[in-house]
């Protein structure tokens, strides 16, 4: 092996894998990516880094995989994005999200442990984990109350990472992520869902846009701001859990409202609601205080609501031939969204 860092993700074909992906490339890492087989290849967000990232097949349902990539590639840190991290669904399947989710971090910390002890960690944690909060905002120490099969997976995988650093010393890391979006989002998620249809409506192709709870309250930050923490959290001289958010709330009815108002469209003649969306226990009010890592890693949001929204719906109207009369936050090449085979239909994670 090289002396280059070398990093393994987890999830490297979802949203937050693909930022971080990019983040790594042009820190000069040796970057390495799990991808899971499935009947169609699901690496659209990494095409246009096809060429400088290593994939491997592998699935945290299966611990012989884990450690077979680990022996191969021997990464310095590993960042576990994977996961079937689709709240809804994870009602309709329980015991997979649980397997995936929830035991699959004890698999790969196992792995770890056993083929690359001296490796640095990073377990993707949720907001979801807060739940029926008990205190606003939330904090590292605001207790969980998980409210979804998916949530109580993540507070699995928060407690084996914790469990894992004070038992084998194993440097790990958690971030506990508050909702976090971009134009790489799956529509199958309600703030890409909601850009995606605008788009599409401006376009003429699409009619509605149906939704279910619009009053949810979520604290919306930008992935690619995210994952700069992810980072930052494993250069530290000890492992600790973050709390990443932006620290301002907001309802699914005002992200609707702005997304319709950037192309001049009364959201009323379009939006429907359909109980089929809504889950059978919701989570009302997200808002996460980042204090700590702003004091510990000098971290802070660069993009907030009005700025994220005008970047997805960017992004959307150029996918779909528009141009938009509008400023959005030049972060990234939203070209890229146009681009041939960069799919954006594909589940988050792996």
């Known amino acids: 092996m090289t002396s280059t860092k070398r990093a393994l993700i987890t999830g490297i074909t979802g949203q937050d894998g693909s930022y971080l992906a990019e983040l790594l490339l042009a820190k000069g890492y040796e970057v390495h990516g799990l991808l899971r087989r499935s009947s169609t290849l699901s690496v659209g967000r990494v095409m246009h880094l096809q060429d400088r990232i290593q994939l491997h097949y592998s699935d945290l349902t299966d611990?012989?995989?884990?450690?077979?990539?680990?022996?191969?590639?021997?990464?310095?840190?590993v960042y576990n994005l994977a996961a079937q991290s689709h709240v809804r669904v994870s009602f309709d399947q329980p015991i997979y999200t649980g397997d995936a989710t929830g035991i699959g971090v004890i698999r790969m910390l196992e792995a770890l442990r056993l083929i690359v002890p001296t490796a640095r960690f990073y377990q993707a944690s949720s907001s979801e984990m807060f739940g029926k909060v008990r205190e606003v905002p939330q904090t590292e120490l605001t207790p969980f109350h998980p409210r979804s099969p998916y949530a109580v997976a993540k507070v699995y995988g928060y407690w084996a990472t914790v469990n894992y650093r004070e038992s084998y010393g194993t440097f790990a890391c958690n971030g506990i992520l508050f909702n976090h979006e971009s134009p790489r989002r799956g529509e199958d998620f309600v703030t890409r869902k909601i850009t995606h249809a605008v788009a599409r409506i401006a376009a003429g192709k699409q009619k509605d846009l149906v939704l279910g709870n619009t009053s949810a309250k979520r604290d919306w930050g930008y992935a690619g701001d995210y994952v700069e923490l992810m980072w930052r959290m494993l250069q530290e001289s000890s492992p600790d859990d973050y709390v990443v958010a932006t620290n301002e709330t907001w309802t699914v009815q005002e992200f609707v409202e702005k997304a319709?108002?950037?192309v001049g469209l009364d959201w009323r003649e379009y939006l429907k609601l359909d109980k089929r969306f809504e889950r059978p226990a919701e989570v009302d009010l997200l808002i996460g205080d980042p204090i700590k890592a702003k004091n510990k890693l000098g971290w802070e949001p660069r993009i907030?609501?009005?700025?994220?929204?005008?970047?997805?719906?960017?992004?959307?109207?150029?996918?779909?031939?528009?141009?938009?009369?509008?400023?959005?936050?030049?972060?990234?090449?939203?070209?890229?969204?146009?681009?041939?085979?960069?799919?954006?239909?594909?589940?988050?994670?792996?």
């Not at 611990?63 to 840190?77: D, I, K």
């Not at 907030?304 to 031939?321: I, S, T």
Request: aromatic share 8%; glycine share 10%; charged share 20%.
């Open 304 to 350: 907030r609501l009005d700025g994220l929204v005008r970047l997805m719906m960017a992004a959307d109207l150029v996918a779909n031939g528009i141009q938009p009369e509008f400023e959005w936050p030049q972060v990234e090449d939203i070209s890229l969204y146009s681009a041939p085979g960069f799919k954006l239909r594909t589940p988050a994670g792996l």
């Open 63 to 77: 611990s012989l995989s884990l450690q077979r990539v680990l022996g191969l590639c021997e990464p310095h840190e």
């Open 260 to 262: 319709f108002g950037l």
